[in-house]
């Protein structure tokens, strides 16, 4: 079945350091790739969406991308800030027409001033 | 503005006790879910509904059920609330099952 792996549990930066998270994933289908941001206090907020078509992604300074031939998907910023830190969620999405997502467990990321 | 809203936000219960948890969405989305969030474990999906009376079970339904009569609010019930049910609840809706809203989040604990 379809499935994602995010190994990185916790990532701790400084300011304006480089973010770069991973995940990857298994499935028959083309996917599409989603990444999710969720703030303390809140729930889970849609932050990029990667399709076979574009390949890439990008918002609010974060820049998706995906791999095919390593079946991997990346989510990486140039230089984090301290609001930033977040729990960020790749996620696939089932294409057989039962409207579900698979999430990746998350990576908590904290960015020191 | 699109807005998915719970409540209550925080609960206290006792084991055995039944719990309702109530989700509401002013967008009309066809699609609503209900997932719980535990340390380490990430998002787990409890049930879909795809419309008024038209659910199905996500991954891990056992303990809980669900209720949709209006395509506007989607509850869930823990008849008889176990310890283990502690957790953060979220809801979530779409429109194409591919970008979901989530709500805010109900923090249950069952003492």
């Known amino acids: 079945g379809d499935s994602v792996t995010q190994k990185q549990g916790q990532v701790t930066l400084s300011e304006d350091d480089f973010l770069f998270i991973n995940c990857t994933y298994s499935?028959?289908?083309?996917?599409?790739l989603l990444w999710y941001v969720q703030y303390l206090g809140q729930g889970p907020q849609l932050l990029l969406k990667v399709t076979t078509a574009n390949n890439k992604g990008i918002s609010r300074g974060f820049e998706a991308t995906y791999d095919k031939g390593t079946t991997s998907f990346h989510l990486q910023k140039a230089s984090v800030q301290e609001s930033d830190s977040a729990v960020y969620f790749c996620a696939l999405v089932w294409d057989s027409g039962y409207n579900k997502l698979t999430f990746g467990k998350g990576t908590v990321l904290l960015v020191s001033p | 503005d699109m807005k998915v809203t719970q409540m209550p936000r925080y609960l206290i219960k006792r084991m055995g006790e039944n719990v309702l948890l109530e989700c509401g969405q002013d967008m009309s989305h066809e699609t609503m879910y209900w997932y719980r969030q535990d340390p380490g474990l990430g998002l787990q999906l409890i049930y879909i509904s795809y419309d008024v009376d038209s659910n199905s079970e996500g991954d891990i339904p056992k303990g809980y059920r669900v209720s949709r009569k209006k395509r506007e609010h989607f509850s869930l019930i823990l008849d008889s609330a176990k310890t283990n049910q502690t957790s953060v609840y979220f809801c979530a809706s779409s429109p194409t099952g591919r970008e979901q809203y989530f709500g805010p989040g109900t923090r249950l604990t069952v003492l």
């Open positions: 499935t028959t289908t083309y996917p599409t």
